[in-house]
């Protein structure tokens, strides 16, 4: 069960992908979209499987589904998925967050947008969301300690930076 369905921000509208991938139609008007989003310059910094290359679409969206809670991000108001965001299902209270955006939309402020929304609408249960950035990748770095996020030393390690955020009732410790 994923943490929410749903949250808008200002920009954007981010909803969880199920009721869309299990519409046939729906998921065929995704497809289409994955292929223009996950260009090589956007998934350069992500685990391989990201690359759609030789993948059968159908295939990689349910690979996707199986592993993570995915999130289709929007400006609000359109249908045009610009980004997608993976949630991992809570592990020793840990919930793993992933994102990326579309390179047309890349220094506007939405990945900042993106994470303070999801700070201010995942349930306050002290749940610690944990983002990895490669150490090759700055700018995402500055984004989550923008959004509020710590660097955790002990899982990171020589190619990858780890940042939490625990979330409660008296908000982000």
């Known amino acids: 069960m994923p943490p929410f369905q749903q949250f808008e921000t200002q920009r954007l509208s981010v909803a969880h992908w199920a ?3 299990a519409v046939p139609e729906a998921r065929r008007r995704l497809a289409t979209q994955l292929p223009d989003l996950l260009t090589p310059d956007v998934i350069a ?16 969206i349910d690979a996707r589904a199986a592993e993570s809670d995915i999130y289709l991000i929007r400006e609000t108001g359109t249908e045009a998925v610009f980004g997608l965001m993976f949630l991992t299902p809570p ?29 201010s609408h995942v349930p306050k249960t002290g ?5 990895g950035v490669g150490r090759e990748n700055p700018a995402s770095a500055h984004v ?22 625990t979330l409660n009732e008296k908000g982000p410790i």
């Open 19 to 21: 009721e869309i991938i």
């Open 45 to 60: 910094h992500l685990p391989p499987f990201f690359d759609l290359t030789g993948q059968n679409i159908d295939q990689w």
């Open 91 to 119: 592990f020793n209270n840990d919930i793993h967050l992933g994102y990326l955006l579309g390179r047309s939309t890349w220094g506007q402020g939405y990945a900042s947008e993106l994470l303070a929304g999801l700070v």
């Open 127 to 131: 749940f610690r969301l944990l983002g």
């Open 144 to 165: 989550l300690r923008k959004t509020g996020f710590h660097v955790v030393p002990e899982l990171s390690d020589a190619e990858t930076e780890m940042f939490g955020i």
